[in-house]
């Protein structure tokens, strides 16, 4: 029988930022050998963009489902790398909804944050690899954010470092709630003085760069320096933590 891996992700025309997609991908070959691997990207402007620039394609979820099922393969496994069951995990299910009869075996692994145990996995996961925060020290975990109800996933994950004993580990967004400023507040209410900013993104692309580590005004950088608290930053996506990497593998392996 033919079987192939296929993992699914939003992107990023970062290439360097791809290596923490590679781990992922690496630790779902793993955990599946046997299967021939393949990539796919949700984003048409992330894969347009490297196309144009690197001179390399790669297909959309639905694409790559229709050259799996032109070259025989009667298996198929599909693991999505978003954060959540979103918007981009609706497109991607959108897309390969049609091509399911066409394998004798198709399954799709679910989104890194698809239950309440996997907020607390991924939390002590990341817990895991940051040092202990003096009382006047934070840490700050910069979202992505969405409209979507999945949103949710951001204030039960803040809740989680509660529970855990986590007072100064913070969430928030860059397109919903929490936003920044609700953060940023509360570190004033604190009287927080050191602050290490960290990506909660599966990559460290775009917004990690810019909206949170970048020099323009509006970055989170900026206003906590203006804020006259001392910024540090740690630009590791989510993919290069093993605990994510695990979690992966697990919803692969048991995908529905």
Known sequence: MKRALAAVSFG???????????????????ALPGYDFY????????????????????????????????????????????????LEYEKMCAEIA????RFQRFTVGAPLLAKPEDCLTVCEGLLDGIPARAPDEAYVYMGHGTGHFANAVYSELENRFRALGAERVYVATVEGFPGFQYVRDRLRARRVRRVTLAPL???????????????GEDSWRSMLLR??????????????????????????????
């Open 12 to 30: 990023t025309t970062y290439p360097d930022a791809r290596e923490a997609i590679a781990q992922i991908e690496a630790g779902l070959c793993a």
């Open 39 to 86: 990539r796919a990207f949700t984003s048409s402007i992330v894969r347009r963009r490297i196309e144009q620039a690197e001179g390399v394609r790669i297909p959309g979820a639905g694409e790559l489902m229709e050259q799996l099922a032109a070259a025989g393969y009667e298996e198929v496994r599909c693991q999505s790398l978003h954060v959540m069951p979103g």
């Open 98 to 101: 049609p091509y399911r009869e």
């Open 201 to 215: 993104m599966v990559v460290a692309g775009d917004h990690a760069r810019n909206d949170l580590a970048g020099d």
């Open 227 to 256: 804020d006259g608290v001392e910024v540090r930053l740690d630009l590791r996506g989510l993919g290069e933590i093993a605990a994510v990497r695990e979690l992966f593998a697990a919803h692969c392996q048991d995908g529905l």
